[in-house]
């Protein structure tokens, strides 16, 4: 994962992302704030991509070494101040989807166990402001604009330095894997808001995408190819659909087949896919026969 420090016109830094709340990812952050600034008191700003663990971990760490406000996107704002508050209504929110899908039980169980024992990885922090809206300037850092750029999560946010065209991308644009669009409950169609992200992103015309893992990518052509894959996508999934109605759980088996996958993995899997089957059905392309508690079932429409 990085973490990326941009210097403003007047000496002070802004710092985007962080890691998660382990020892050895915050002395690489710390090592690395040091050997660019000089030390935490020239950090004036804490921009968080998207609510993330792997992002938003060493946010507590941060504000207790430099103090510099945390800026985040609106949406995934508001879902970690309400999974902070509600940590049982998120818990069940999790558990109505996996069942949604078709997960047994057990499945149910290990993912909440499973997230439970994550927390420690990224402690709640407050955010002290949002960004609200489709974009705008980067409030606090002259010279800098921020993106909301949806899909991998609903708040997710991009920034871009016009000046020369340098966009710090989270994890929008990722060079070797296409990032996890998955269903969320602020979001109808998570897999058209990442495309129309990316729609935006290429009318910036970038000139260097900084990913929040990998390798930087020069210009548009990972954009267009991401924005293929994410249709792609879909497709395969409306392949995958006949007229015999079948759950999400195995619409992934199909799209996946043998593949062993960690309960982590497994759960990625399946808010993708169903994020994908979601959207052929509400443009007509898959009958969906859905009462809950029962898992959903999809059919070629």
Same mark, same amino acid.
Not at 6 to 23: P, Q, S, Y
């Given at each position: 994962? $990085?973490?990326?420090?941009?210097?403003?016109?007047?000496?002070?830094?802004?710092?985007?992302?962080?890691?998660?709340?382990?020892?050895?990812?915050?002395?690489?952050?710390?090592?690395?704030?040091?050997?660019?600034?000089?030390?935490?008191?020239?950090?004036?700003?804490?921009?968080?991509?998207?609510?993330?663990?792997?992002?938003?971990?060493?946010?507590?760490? +941060? %504000?207790?070494?430099?103090?510099?406000?945390?800026?985040?996107?609106?949406?995934?704002?508001?879902?970690?101040?309400?999974?902070?508050?509600?940590?049982?209504?998120?818990?069940?929110?999790? !558990?109505?989807?996996?069942?949604?899908?078709?997960?047994?039980?057990?499945?149910?169980?290990?993912?909440?166990?499973?997230?439970?024992?994550?927390?420690?990885?990224?402690?709640?922090?407050?955010?002290?402001?949002?960004?609200?809206?489709?974009?705008?300037?980067?409030?606090?850092?002259?010279?800098?604009?921020?993106?909301?750029?949806?899909? $991998?999560? !609903?708040?997710?946010?991009?920034? $871009?330095?016009?000046?020369?065209?340098?966009?710090?991308?989270?994890?929008?644009?990722?060079?070797?894997?296409?990032?996890?669009?998955?269903?969320?409950?602020?979001?109808?169609?998570?897999?058209?808001?990442?495309? $129309?992200?990316?729609?935006?992103?290429?009318?910036?015309?970038?000139?260097? +995408?900084?990913?929040?893992?990998?390798?930087?990518?020069?210009?548009?052509?990972?954009? %267009?190819?991401?924005?293929?894959?994410?249709?792609?996508?879909?497709?395969?999934?409306?392949?995958?659909?006949?007229?015999?109605?079948?759950?999400?759980?195995?619409?992934?088996?199909? %799209?996946?087949?043998?593949?062993?996958?960690? +309960?982590?993995?497994?759960?990625?899997?399946? %808010?993708?896919?169903?994020?994908?089957?979601?959207?052929? !059905?509400?443009?007509?392309?898959?009958?969906?026969?859905?009462?809950?508690?029962?898992?959903?079932?999809?059919?070629?429409?």
């Amino acid at each position: 994962m $990085h973490a990326y420090v941009a210097a403003l016109d007047d000496g002070r830094l802004v710092l985007v992302d962080g890691g998660l709340n382990t020892d050895p990812a915050w002395e690489a952050l710390d090592a690395g704030v040091r050997a660019v600034a000089g030390g935490w008191a020239a950090v004036a700003l804490h921009v968080i991509t998207h609510m993330h663990m792997d992002h938003v971990g060493l946010a507590a760490r +941060v %504000r207790g070494a430099c103090g510099a406000p945390v800026l985040m996107g609106q949406l995934d704002a508001e879902r970690m101040a309400h999974a902070a508050a509600e940590p049982e209504d998120e818990a069940e929110y999790r !558990a109505a989807l996996l069942r949604r899908c078709g997960a047994p039980d057990p499945v149910v169980r290990a993912v909440e166990e499973a997230r439970r024992s994550a927390e420690p990885l990224a402690p709640a922090v407050h955010v002290d402001l949002s960004l609200a809206g489709d974009g705008g300037d980067l409030p606090g850092a002259p010279g800098w604009r921020w993106l909301w750029t949806p899909g $991998h999560t !609903a708040g997710h946010v991009s920034l $871009h330095r016009p000046a020369d065209g340098v966009v710090i991308g989270g994890d929008v644009v990722l060079p070797r894997i296409t990032p996890t669009l998955g269903v969320n409950r602020q979001r109808e169609d998570p897999v058209a808001d990442y495309v $129309h992200a990316l729609d935006r992103l290429e009318a910036l015309s970038p000139s260097l +995408v900084l990913p929040g893992h990998g390798a930087p990518q020069e210009g548009v052509r990972r954009i %267009r190819e991401l924005r293929d894959a994410a249709n792609g996508e879909t497709e395969t999934v409306a392949g995958l659909l006949g007229a015999e109605p079948r759950t999400c759980w195995q619409v992934v088996d199909l %799209r996946y087949p043998g593949r062993e996958m960690s +309960v982590s993995t497994r759960m990625l899997a399946l %808010r993708e896919t169903l994020a994908h089957l979601d959207r052929l !059905a509400a443009a007509g392309r898959a009958a969906v026969a859905e009462e809950a508690p029962s898992p959903a079932r999809f059919a070629a429409g």
